[in-house]
């Protein structure tokens, strides 16, 4: 496709549900990452992939939190027995290569837990 | 203390004036410095990138870096509404393997 696409664009969760957010990168882009940015912050990295490889998992908050790439391409993020704390914009963001040129960044998903 | 640091603003500035936008950083390695563009809920945009100490121009943005000092800038000038939004400082170095950190954005307000 022609960007990162990622969904669903919003999702409301009940406190205690589990959750997952899909990101589609640009095709023959090898790296992907993702991010999480809390209203009136800035993007906090949580995890990067160079094809299948998960290579860094170092952001991710707490063991609730999974990521895969099983193909190298389509991501799944996913967050067990949701916490309000959880409530954040979910990015997704995909580049040739790694960080050292900038990535572009899908539209987000943006998780509700109530 | 937050390796890398804006000031949240709201910085105003009047249409057709130079925007200055700013940001340090607190890693002396770092290597990539870039600024993002994010308009009220939409997603980050990369609008420039520098590696090098000195100016960097493209359009009417200029990225400008001081690795002495720890901080780059972010000029826009003949600043327009559009240009409202709120700007994003990242860096990489070493220790943020492949993640970039992120400061917390300023947001700027052009007035017609």
């Known amino acids: 496709g022609a960007g990162v696409s990622q969904s669903p664009r919003y999702k409301v969760a009940k406190r205690g549900q589990d959750v997952a957010l899909r990101c589609d990168p640009i095709?023959?882009?090898?790296?992907l990452f993702w991010y999480q940015q809390a209203l009136g912050q800035g993007p906090e990295f949580l995890t990067y992939?160079?094809?299948?490889?998960?290579?860094?998992k170092s952001g991710l908050p707490s063991d609730r939190f999974f990521a895969e790439r099983p193909e190298g391409s389509v991501s799944t993020l996913k967050i067990q027995r949701t916490q309000q704390e959880d409530s954040a914009v979910y990015l997704c963001?995909?580049?040739?290569?790694?960080?050292?040129?900038?990535?572009?960044f899908g539209s987000g998903t943006r998780l509700t837990v109530v | 203390q937050k390796e890398v640091e804006q000031n949240s603003g709201p910085l105003s500035v009047p249409e057709g004036a130079i925007a200055s936008l700013n940001c340090t950083y607190s890693?002396?390695?770092?290597?990539?410095f870039f600024w993002y563009r994010q308009y009220s809920g939409k997603s980050p945009e990369l609008i420039m990138s520098?590696?090098?100490?000195g100016d960097k121009e493209d359009g009417r943005f200029t990225a400008q870096l001081n690795k002495a000092s720890q901080y780059v800038s972010l000029l826009i000038r003949d600043s327009q509404p559009s240009d409202s939004a709120t700007y994003l400082c990242?860096?990489?170095?070493?220790?943020?393997?492949?993640?970039?950190?992120f400061g917390k954005g300023t947001s700027l307000l052009v007035t017609p």
């Open positions: 963001a995909s580049s040739e290569g790694p960080n050292r040129y900038g990535y572009t």
């Open positions: 095709s023959g882009h090898v790296s």
């Open positions: 992939f160079q094809n299948e490889a998960q290579l860094d």
């Open positions: 890693d002396r390695v770092s290597q990539s």
């Open positions: 520098i590696y090098s100490n």
């Open positions: 990242a860096v990489s170095n070493s220790n943020s393997g492949y993640a970039l950190n």
